[in-house]
């Protein structure tokens, strides 16, 4: 019997007997291999036969999500949550249909009811809360993650959303705070001490954010995000040559040079004996960044002295 006779004589069989799990890994095998039309075909007809098996309208809709095929998403979706309105795996899924579809308040909605259905889980109320960031409705975002706090206070992504949504208010100072939590409860995970250190930047802290983006480059050495802070930290501590130390490492580091050659040329920018290669920086930024206001001042002011 060749390979695809017998996923045929698989997916029948599991069929006969109801078996979900069985369906799910034939589907499962099947996108391994890249056949996703395939494995769509099998989980189509899998949900018209097992209509009570929620966890293949579940796996439909993410392949329907996967290619924007939103009139049939839309469709199963229906069908799916009036035969399982208690599911919170599909009004999960249907969030993350909506969030696809820029549709935020679907999609909070949808997450909201998800993360009242699994108390448990946490990232339901991490998507709802996006969802209200993403539609610039950040007090409901901060509402929802101090409430899921109670449950998940040693989570640590739910402290870091409440201190971007902090960010977005223009609290920094706040958002300190909850990025030091978030650092505790995962200190290995080198994007909070990042978060951590943009936000006391913010807060003017200078001292506090050099040693916080020294802390993070202890444990990821190319990082254009750290070196940024470093540079600007020590710019304004007044230790030019640590910062053009930062400046110099963060273009290094980046995958796309030209944001880290921009801030490398404004620093220059301010060194007269430096002019020359400040141009060259903030004409190569410009050119990939054209709404970058600072840079074409900048290179305005050094180009045309009767700005």
């Given amino acids: ?37 395939e494995s769509r075909e099998r989980l189509e007809a899998a949900w018209e036969a097992l209509p009570s098996e929620p966890r293949i309208a579940e796996r439909l809709l993410e392949l329907y999500q996967r290619y924007h095929n939103w009139r049939a998403f839309d469709a199963v979706l229906e069908q799916a949550l009036d035969a399982h309105p208690s599911a919170g795996e599909l009004h999960f899924a249907a969030g993350i249909g909506y969030e696809a579809r820029r549709d935020w308040q679907e999609a909070w909605e949808a997450f909201g009811r998800a993360a009242a259905l699994a108390p448990e889980e ?10 209200y960031r993403l539609a610039h409705r950040v007090d409901d975002a901060i509402r929802v993650l101090k409430k899921a706090l109670r449950r998940h206070d040693r989570h640590a992504p739910m402290h870091a959303a409440i201190g971007y949504a902090w960010i977005q208010k223009g ?7 909850c990025f030091r939590k978030a650092r505790e409860r995962q200190p290995d995970w080198q994007p909070y001490i990042n978060d951590l250190a943009g936000a006391l930047m913010l807060c003017e802290r200078w001292q506090e ?28 501590l007044g230790d030019l040559e640590r910062a053009e130390q930062g400046y110099r490492n963060a273009v290094r580091a980046a995958q796309s040079p030209t944001r ?26 410009y050119e990939a960044h054209p709404d970058w206001t600072e840079v074409e001042e900048r290179l305005a002011e050094i180009t045309d002295p009767s700005v």
């Fill in 1 to 37: 019997m060749d390979e695809a006779s017998d996923l045929d004589r698989r997916f029948h069989d599991a069929l006969a007997q109801g078996e979900a799990s069985e369906v799910l890994r034939i589907s499962d095998e099947l996108q391994r291999e890249n056949r996703f039309a």
């Fill in 122 to 131: 946490a990232e339901p109320v991490l998507r709802q809360a996006r969802a």
């Fill in 171 to 177: 609290r920094a100072d706040r958002a300190v705070d």
């Fill in 209 to 236: 954010a050099a040693q916080a983006a020294i802390e993070s480059l202890r444990l990821r050495k190319k990082d254009e995000r750290a070196w940024t802070v470093f540079a600007i930290a020590n710019y304004r």
């Fill in 260 to 285: 880290a050659k921009g801030n490398y040329g404004l620093f220059l920018a301010r060194r007269p004996e430096r002019l020359l290669e400040a141009v060259r920086l903030l004409k190569e930024a």
